[in-house]
């Protein structure tokens, strides 16, 4: 049985949540979001040993590959078979550049946005050159 009012259980537990975010927070200091990793395993990233890690703006690569372009240029319908065969040339060329860039230098390639509290690079026109 807890005495006490009902703020001062408020109170605790927003002390406790803030204990326990600071905590978790200092156990796990390095956030990326997996489902937007482009390159590499996430699971064999280790920022003990300084991995080098990249993000990169997908958008910015597709938007230099000749069949995304040929998509945009023509407003080629989505879901159409044309449309279908682009996009998997395009993605086929992006997977091969992020690829080439990844093996060179990094251990992991994330989307813009998916990494907090870890110093990354920007690789996105390295991208494009290789494209």
Request: net charge positive; hydrophobic share 40%; proline share 5%.
């Given at each position: 049985m807890y005495i006490?009012?009902?703020?001062?259980?408020?109170?605790?537990?927003?002390?406790?949540?803030?204990?326990?975010?600071?905590?978790?927070?200092?156990?796990?200091?390095?956030?990326?979001?997996?489902?937007?990793?482009?390159?590499?395993?996430?699971?064999?990233?280790?920022?003990?040993?300084?991995?080098?890690v990249g993000v990169v703006d997908s958008k910015k690569v597709y938007m230099?590959?000749?069949?995304?372009?040929?998509?945009i240029k023509e407003k080629i319908e989505k879901?159409?078979?044309l449309h279908t065969q682009l996009l998997a040339a395009a993605t086929t060329v992006y997977k091969k550049c992020i690829f080439k860039v990844g093996k060179s230098h990094y251990v992991l390639i994330v989307e813009k946005g998916g990494v907090k509290d870890y110093p990354t690079?920007?690789?996105?026109?390295?991208c494009i050159e290789a494209l």
């Open positions: 006490g009012s009902k703020s001062s259980r408020l109170t605790m537990t927003s002390k406790f949540a803030a204990l326990l975010l600071f905590l978790l927070a200092a156990i796990f200091p390095v956030h990326i979001k997996p489902d937007m990793v482009r390159y590499g395993n996430v699971h064999k990233f280790d920022p003990s040993k300084k991995d080098k230099n590959i000749s069949s995304y372009q040929r998509i879901g159409s078979a690079t920007n690789v996105t026109e390295q």
